[in-house]
């Protein structure tokens, strides 16, 4: 990093860094529960997240956009997660996550620049298969609106919090565990979590933590809403 350089700056480089390798067939695919299987994924429907970062609020770690979906929607209701959703016809996994988060969070997709994709995940219980993209954006201050009905309310999360280890758990869900951050304003588990303790990991932003801080999730709400037990 050059004198007077900002930190996060850096953080930006490697983003763009990890897109080109994923390119390159360089970048080790996620593993376990929602590992990407080409023949189980062909029988899935097709979505699109935003790994939506932007320099820091407070700070000198970038800030990255999750939101808080609502509990009446049909999939994953109540759950923190990475804007973005399904493809329509004829769109890209880029044009449909740049989209999805226009709509969610009222951000324009001119102000976003894509630094490129990760491979594809899967998320079994749903039956979809999500393309993550990963964008950039100096217009956080457009992210000041919520889609009634889809999301609660939108997340800036600094990148260290999602570090720190005292954030950290496992997550048991019917016996199988995902990754787990316990932020001020939920827990991040399933899939959300997955993607991002993995992406963490390819940046080498990541840091140890006891993975025997576990918590169980419940229902809730008439059965549609997971919570954790706390």
Known sequence: MEA???????????????GARTAAG????LRGLNAYDAGLAQGFRRAAVLLLFTPPADG??????????????????????????RLEAGESAVDAALRETHEEIGLDPAHVDVL?????????????????????????HEAAHVEPGEVLHTIRVSVGALTDPGARRTVNIFGRRTAGFLLPDGLVWGMTANLLDHVLAELGWAREWDTTREVTMRREDGGR???PEL
Request: net charge negative; charged share 20%.
């Open 60 to 85: 000198s770690e970038p800030d990255l956009f999750l939101v808080q979906r609502s509990r009446e929607l049909r999939h994953h209701p109540g759950e923190i997660a990475l804007p973005g959703g």
């Open 116 to 140: 490129g994709e990760l491979g594809p995940v899967l998320v079994p219980v749903t039956r979809f298969v999500v393309a993550p993209v990963l964008g950039w954006t100096d217009h956080a």
């Open 4 to 18: 007077g350089e900002d930190p996060w700056k850096v953080r930006r480089a490697s983003l763009l860094e990890l």
């Open 225 to 227: 809403v997971w919570v």
């Open 26 to 29: 360089s970048v080790a695919p």
